[in-house]
């Protein structure tokens, strides 16, 4: 027999090769597949879910597994008796089907190459359709929203995040279970995956009847955020880079006496002597504790940055090599990074790594009232990214190198729920499968103040949400190029301003330029700082605006709150693509430059240079209310909407009287 039943599975063995299928959680499957041993145990990214009532039907050269709406077939080939597998919705229509035999061409849907060392390069492969289109996958940076066609790595890079899970057209989810740095290739002719290094095939398909089904089933194994803080629904405020205490106090003083106070102010990097040292430099922040009680005292929680890098000459580099909780070089000089020294990273994936790194914040942060962490370099940035080049604790980088940033904000989320904290947000520059568990809120990286890179952050937010990152957010302005007294730039600034008002997180932050040099008492070139990022600094006028937003986001507040319980309790995106809400209307599934902030109103930014309208897609079956004048549109139909300086067109889907005189207020400057 080819096809044996073991518990609630199907297990196919032949020649070799051994495929299991599994239910795992609702109307959902899971595969496993290794070729010469046993299925490894474990799971990588999945959460253990209770098994679902599974139907299984085994005949002498067929078999089918079926969990609530969704069927696998696995049948022989009459040529050489190769495996293929289809799976179906309900409905019976094929939702995915591996490539077959193909006769005397002898394609393999599933393939393994052999490495030393035992493991695989691995390739998983699958018949395309031209009609299908494709949404998720994490963040990449480019203005492409559906995504058949695409090729794209499996890695994480500065402004990069892969999370591979997409959600199709054709009614179903599919999660690459799969740490190694790979591919995908979603081609017109085949789909398919690879991994560089990996001991099995493992993946998780979800069928379902609406989009958000799909998110939920996928969410439900996966895993979901916390609730976020009061205090991370607000305004945040940051640059590049506040270098010393009484700047900071500054700044906070400034905003209270302007009347706007910001929930969060963000100490950015190298507030630290060494990489690695993980605590303020005495000679710029001489009483930490002191600054952050004040803060607090004015309604503000401090953020500070931590990187993961390593120099050769912190104060903790040499305890920590000897002690092997730093990332492997496997040739070559032990540099992985060269910024302002020699660096290496202290490896995530190792507990006792996790476990020193936060003894350390805790002692000289979270001890004196920090609550919340920037982890940056979170990918992490190795210097020109050979990734094959690098070791973990759990394995080579090839193998596992993308779970990295996940263990990166575990270290934070697990040290502040020891220390007895709930709520938790921490910045993070990388995500993977299951960050959003750790309190992670993803930000888009080191992107640059154009228009062009505007568009793409809003493809990128919307593609985060359906991978099941419901936090994220973007430097406002754009991080590089951004002159502080350009008129060119302060357009840019106010439109992406506007779009930032209705991100999960509104966070104004940047270099902004000219900047200034820093000399330390000892001669030393510190990091340098970029000029004036507040909202008073680009001008009287520009700061009307600005300050308008700020207190429509404050408004929002309570709507927010909602949508961050939903995200918590289902893990629902904060924003969502236009078909989430109506995946009826096939138009909403190929407009990228609008999207849905909740269930309840329409965004669409401003985003191209000079604009002063543009049209606007509203789905059918509702009526649609513009926040600026009130004026009512029904659905179906694209509109085309002024849009002065100060004015981001906001539809309201279900009149909340509340939060329309807050949208009005602020949508409405002339």
């Known amino acids: 027999m080819f096809f044996q039943k073991e518990e609630n599975s199907i297990i196919y063995r032949d020649n070799g090769e051994t495929v299991k299928i599994s239910p795992w959680g609702k109307n959902s499957l899971r595969l496993q597949a290794v070729f010469m041993g046993e299925i490894p145990a474990g799971e990588i990214a999945l959460l253990p879910v209770n098994e679902q009532a599974t139907q299984i039907i085994i005949e002498e050269r067929s078999a089918k597994i079926i969990n609530g709406e969704i069927t696998a077939e696995l049948r022989l080939q009459d040529w050489g008796n190769a495996l293929q597998i289809i799976y179906y919705n309900r409905k019976g229509e094929v939702l995915l089907k591996e490539i077959p035999l193909g006769g005397a061409l002898f394609h393999k849907p599933r393939y393994y190459q052999p490495l030393s060392g035992g493991s695989y390069k691995i390739k998983a492969t699958f018949e395309s ?64 995956w690879t991994a560089e ?266 593609q985060m949400g359906i991978s099941g990152i419901s936090w994220w957010t973007t430097d406002i302005g754009g991080f590089h190029g951004g002159d502080s007294r350009s008129p060119a730039f302060h357009e840019l600034l106010i439109r992406w301003f506007e779009y930032g008002t209705f991100c999960p997180v509104m966070r104004l932050h940047g270099l902004r330029l000219p900047g200034k040099d820093i000399v330390n008492k000892s001669g030393e070139v510190r990091e340098w700082t970029g000029a004036d990022n507040e909202i008073w600094s680009f001008g009287e006028e520009n700061e009307k605006i600005l300050t308008k937003y700020i207190r429509l986001r404050e408004a929002m507040r309570p709507y927010t709150k909602r949508l961050m319980r939903e995200a918590h309790e289902t893990g629902a995106p904060v924003i969502r693509p236009l078909f989430y809400q109506f995946p009826e209307d096939t138009e909403c599934w190929d407009i990228k430059d609008e999207y849905l902030y909740g269930d309840n109103l329409l965004i669409a930014p401003v985003c191209r240079e000079h604009a002063r309208e543009r049209t606007v897609y509203l789905p059918r079956g509702e009526t649609w209310t513009l926040c600026s004048n009130g004026r009512i549109y029904e659905g179906g139909q694209t509109v085309r909407i002024d849009t002065p300086l100060a004015c981001i067109p906001v539809f309201m889907r279900k009149k909340d009287a509340e939060l329309f005189a807050a949208l009005n207020l602020a949508t409405s400057i002339v």
């Not at 203005?143 to 500065?158: M, Q, S, V």
């Not at 990166?408 to 990388?430: M, T, W």
């Open 129 to 192: 359709n031209d009609n299908e289109k494709i949404y998720g996958m994490g963040q990449y940076q480019q203005e492409i929203f559906n995504l058949k066609g695409c090729n794209l790595e499996l890695a994480h890079r500065n402004s990069q995040s892969s999370i591979p899970f997409y959600l199709s057209s054709y009614g179903y989810g599919f999660l690459w279970h799969n740490a190694a740095i790979g591919e995908v290739h979603f081609g017109t002719n085949t789909t398919e």
């Open 197 to 462: 290094c990996a001991d099995k095939i493992d993946y998780w398909i979800t069928a379902g009847d609406t989009p958000r089904d799909i998110l939920q089933q996928y969410c439900a194994v996966v895993g979901t955020p916390p609730m976020m803080p009061d205090y991370g629904m607000g305004f945040w405020q940051c640059k590049l880079r506040y270098y010393n205490q009484e700047q900071v106090l500054n700044v906070a003083r400034e905003y209270k006496k302007r009347g706007v106070t910001p929930d969060v102010l963000i100490i950015d990097y190298y507030h630290w002597p060494r990489c690695g040292d993980w605590r303020f430099d005495k000679e710029y922040f001489p009483d930490p504790k002191s600054m952050v009680e004040t803060l607090r005292d004015m309604g503000i929680q401090t953020m500070v940055s931590v990187w993961p890098q390593v120099d050769w000459r912190s104060e903790n580099f040499d305890e920590m090599k000897r002690a092997g909780l730093l990332v492997k070089i496997n040739s070559g000089i032990d540099v992985q990074m060269i910024f302002h020294g020699n660096n290496v990273f202290m490896d995530a994936t190792n507990p006792e790594t996790r476990q020193y790194v936060w003894n350390k914040c805790k002692e000289n942060y979270a001890d004196i009232g920090i609550k919340s962490f920037w982890l940056d370099e979170a990918e992490p940035e190795f210097t020109g990214y050979a990734f094959e080049n690098y070791r973990y604790f759990a394995g080579p980088v090839l193998k596992i190198g993308n779970v990295y940033p996940r263990e990166y904000s575990r270290i934070f989320y697990e040290g502040l729920r020891a220390d007895g904290q709930k709520e938790i947000v921490n910045l993070v520059r990388a995500a993977w499968i299951g960050s959003q568990r750790y309190g992670a809120l993803v930000w888009s990286g080191d992107i640059f103040s154009t228009f062009e890179d505007m568009r793409k952050q809003i493809v990128a937010g919307i």
